[in-house]
């Protein structure tokens, strides 16, 4: 941005940017892990299981191997000892591929195809013949064989509980006892899950969207035994993520041991359908809830079940009950999760991962208590609305719910509704406003951040960032220019290879947190040194100051009284040439520890629920028009406005579009998506986007987004909260409150789809 006279002035957090890489990403020339092309490649093929539990008797590679240019064809009979088993996303044991002869799951990797085309690898893979000693396997909840299992209490942080929420139930004057169920959804990112793998020497190279650098090489090197310092991750723009690529996939380690065999790169690039069994995905759950109030409206009893499926293995699950207890004030709290095991690939991160399910059945219970007290939706909140944490009794560290509420209903004329379901009607359209609590814990983990000055007011900030889509270059090199007073021009920001300095994983809505603060970190590292520096020079113009208040701005060292000095002056003085800084922000309540696990690939985190200071979340409102034809039942969704409050936007565009997304998917949520499964074999059927159903224009109406103006200075010292998930949660909860208020018809099971309204 210029004045007047055309001179550049800096950029601060909260102006609206255009992402610095948009650009190179609208005309082609930015290279994602996909578009990474090493001379002479091998191109790999999946062979995957066509059956959901048993062993391969037998795999019949003759065919396969005649096809000309194949290579090599990888099985558990050749290779399966050259890896270690991998780890699932909770730490723990996870669903193996070529290591044994064993199927834990339709789609699981069983062979790999290495050949000179692409083609000649999908023409052996399609050769192969697998026998099986095929088991009759357990699909989901209630088949036959899945088992059950209590989630294990942790002791750091156990079941949110409090008073006894069974007898204050029991003798509530109002009452909701419902169940509800969510199902099972794809990420289905725009770029596949591709990989590609180069031997330099000892050393291994790795090019794969992924969503945590240093985790994948962590992994990775743990797998194959290797030196952390022999592996390296490069993946400098991400084409989606939403959490599927939030933890390694063992296909990484084989198509290393490929690349390794045959002394050349290897690419593999799977399918659409294979990315539905290679990776993880969001699980079905079951939830029971039930709510008591006081005649009054105030809650005297929340309790909280949920059952979440998960693989023979491992012991993933999401407990969102963490969310669910702590969002309206009660005596008494009562949660319980539970995991299903069946014979299915291992679950894992999707965007919000325990609040969008989670919340789903909270918010549909609050709407229920609602019209049974006879009140309003909005004031039922307002009345349980609470600044303390109702389960740990720590204050939030800012909570705008109800300024979220108040600000979306007027926009959206909420006032105007007639609460009688059923009765708003335009033509042969029945009518149905619904709302719905969004909120998503504001998390940060430790990041380490390299940074340089130059006499010419050129910064460039190093770390190992994950551009995922959401504007993470962008909201780095504004903290960098409002820090420093540069122009966002004079910004550098180099992320996305793991030779540089790391950072989290970005997932939880960490990102931008993590990021900008180890950033201003690196900032005032170099504004103190030259400071410093410049209050000791008795010949100059800041001589006997108080460093601390000097500050850069516009090429400048500048202090009180409109005195300043030129930066290649101060910088002289204390580089004699460009400065650079190493640092490492470590987050309150993390140990010095949890910043050194970085650079081996352990994510540690400050999460808005475990801190011992205060509870940190964002919240929001979603506000929701649906439309249900008279007689054919279609519906519609035209109007949707949505309020947030997330602490400091860095940047407001950016931050438009992503609560914007986030908000549609929550339609797509409660309308649209759902992974179909056999019951009889285990199997994904609608591993397609023809079949696996999401919004398009059309299904989208006019969409408000509100930014709540909140400081809080507590969250961390930028005030940022994250936004890369709450737009998600409780708008299928919304679009559910409305589709009864439309039609009278409860609908507690998702997606909602016309033969539910027949």
């Known amino acids: 941005m ?9 950029h601060h957090i909260g102006q609206p940017a255009t992402r610095i890489e948009g650009a190179l990403k609208v005309t082609g020339q930015a290279r994602f892990a996909s578009d990474e092309a090493p001379a002479s490649p091998a191109y790999a093929v999946l062979v995957t299981s066509a059956i959901a539990r048993g062993r391969i008797r037998a795999m019949h590679l003759e065919a396969a191997r005649a096809v000309p240019g194949v290579l090599d064809i990888l099985t558990h009979a050749n ?27 339709d789609g699981q990797i069983i062979g790999i195809v290495l050949a000179d085309s692409i083609e000649a690898a999908q023409e052996a893979a399609d050769k192969v013949v697998v026998d099986y000693e095929a088991e009759t396997p357990s699909a989901t909840f209630d088949s036959p064989g899945a088992e059950i299992e209590p989630k294990k209490a942790n002791p750091e942080s156990p079941p949110p509980a409090k008073g006894d929420a069974a ?11 419902a169940r509800y169920s969510t199902p099972t959804q794809h990420h289905n990112p725009m770029e596949l899950f591709t990989t590609t793998c180069v031997w330099e020497g000892p050393r291994l190279i790795i090019y794969e969207p992924t969503q945590s650098m240093y985790g994948l090489k962590g992994a990775v090197a743990r797998q194959l035994s290797l030196d952390l310092a022999n592996v390296r991750t490069i993946s400098r723009y ?3 993520g939403f959490g599927s690529r939030g933890t390694a996939s063992s296909r990484t380690a084989w198509i290393a041991v490929a690349a390794r065999r045959l002394k050349r790169p290897v690419k593999l690039m799977a399918s659409r359908a294979d990315g539905f069994t290679i990776v993880t995905y969001r699980a079905e759950t079951r939830h029971h809830v039930q709510l008591g109030a006081d005649r009054s409206g105030k809650l005297v009893s929340v309790s909280h079940e949920g059952r979440e499926i998960t693989s023979r293995p491992s012991k993933y699950n999401v407990a969102g009950t963490a969310t669910t207890a702590r969002m309206y004030a009660s005596p008494n709290i009562a949660t319980k999760v539970s995991i299903v095991h069946a014979d299915r690939n291992t679950p894992g991160f999707m965007r919000a991962p325990p609040d969008t399910p989670y919340m789903f059945a909270l918010e549909c219970g609050m709407d229920e208590l609602a019209y049974a007290l006879d009140m309003d939706p909005v004031e039922l909140r307002r009345i349980n609305d609470t600044q303390t944490d109702p389960v740990d009794g720590l204050p939030f560290s800012s909570r705008s719910l109800m300024k979220c509420f108040d600000q979306a209903a007027a926009r959206f004329d909420w006032a105007k509704r007639n609460p009688k379901p059923a009765s708003m009607r335009d033509g042969d359209w029945l009518i149905g406003l619904g709302c719905a609590t969004s909120c998503y814990p504001s998390n940060i983990g430790p990041a380490a951040a390299r940074l340089s000055l130059t006499p010419q007011g050129k910064a460039t900030i190093q770390m190992a960032g994950h551009e995922i889509g959401t504007g993470a270059y962008t909201v780095v090199a504004i903290t960098v220019a409002d820090k420093l007073g540069l122009a966002l021009r004079d910004v550098t920001v180099l992320m996305g290879d793991s030779d540089l300095p790391p950072v989290p994983g970005a997932g939880g809505s960490n990102n931008a947190a993590s990021t900008t ?37 516009d090429g400048a060292l500048v202090g009180p009284g409109g005195k300043s000095e030129p930066l290649p002056t101060a910088l002289a003085r204390v580089a004699g040439g460009a400065l650079e800084v190493h640092v490492e922000n470590v987050p309150a309540g993390l140990s010095s520890e949890a910043a050194a696990g970085l650079y081996e690939g352990k994510m540690a985190m400050s999460r808005g629920t475990g801190r011992k200071d205060v509870t940190a979340y964002a919240f929001g409102a979603h506000f929701i028009e649906v439309r249900v034809h ?14 947030f409050a997330a602490g400091t936007i860095v940047n407001p565009l950016a931050a438009y579009s992503q609560f914007m997304g986030g ?9 649209h998506e759902a992974t179909e499964i056999d019951p009889k074999t285990a199997r994904y059927v609608n591993t397609n986007l023809a079949d696996y159903l999401v919004p398009v224009n059309a299904d989208i109406g006019q969409l408000d987004v509100i930014f709540v103006p909140e400081e809080d200075p507590r969250v961390n010292p930028l005030g940022v909260k994250g936004i890369g998930e709450i737009g998600i949660v409780g708008m299928n909860a919304a679009v559910a409150n409305a589709v009864f208020h439309a039609t009278g018809k409860r609908i ?3 997606p909602i789809r016309i033969e539910d309204l027949l």
């Open 630 to 643: 008279g007689r054919t039942r279609e519906i519609r969704t035209p109007r949707i406005v949505s309020a």
């Open 79 to 105: 290779v399966g000892s050259e890896i270690k088993s991998p780890i699932g996303p909770d730490g723990g044991p996870t669903t193996t591929t070529l290591e044994t002869d064993r199927i834990w799951h």
């Open 663 to 671: 908000a549609i998917w929550g339609v797509s949520s409660a309308l």
């Open 517 to 553: 603060n180890a950033a201003a970190k690196a900032c005032e590292e170099i504004r103190s040194r030259l400071a410093v520096a410049a209050v000791r020079n008795n010949a100059g113009p800041f001589a006997g100051a108080d460093p601390g208040a000097l500050r850069l701005r």
């Open 167 to 177: 007898a204050a139930f029991a003798s509530a004057a109002v009452k909701v006892d």
């Open 2 to 10: 210029a004045d007047d006279t055309g001179h550049l002035r800096a």
């Open 748 to 750: 507690r099971d998702l």
């Open 238 to 240: 991400v084409g989606g």
